[in-house]
């Protein structure tokens, strides 16, 4: 079993930036795609970035790419979401998945783990 914590947090002016983390305790998640979703009020969870075991990455293009960067540390267990030139439209809870399977999944039904989410409040 995984256990996924998400920090990193909080609130920032437009513009701004914040880098989430994702620490997974439990067992390694070395070789598990791990991935960022988030999800405003109202709103689906929908998909932000995916890194894979071997370090393959993909992003939404059309909302994050250019702005945020996934990264992932094996050796402390983690993954990072850098976030540059946040926009109030950014404004939701982050969430960390993990997926033993490396499928490298852009839908939320193709991960086993999640963490509980962090909340990311950019203003204008």
């Known amino acids: 079993q995984v256990q996924l914590v998400e920090s990193g947090g909080g609130l920032v002016q437009a513009g701004g930036s914040l880098r989430l983390s994702c620490a997974a305790s439990?067992?390694?998640?070395?070789?598990?795609?791990v991935g960022w979703f988030r999800q405003a009020p109202g709103k689906e969870r929908e998909f932000v970035a995916v890194?894979?075991?071997?370090?393959?990455?993909?992003y939404d293009a059309d909302s994050v790419k250019g702005r945020f960067t996934i990264s992932r540390d094996n050796a402390k267990n983690t993954m990072y979401l850098q976030m540059n030139s946040l926009k109030p439209e950014d404004t939701a809870v982050y969430f960390c998945a993990a997926d033993r399977r490396n499928r490298g999944s852009r839908s939320r039904f193709g991960y086993d783990y999640w963490g509980q989410g962090t909340q990311v409040t950019v203003s204008s």
């Open positions: 439990g067992r390694t998640i070395s070789t598990d795609s």
């Open positions: 890194i894979g075991w071997s370090g393959d990455i993909t």
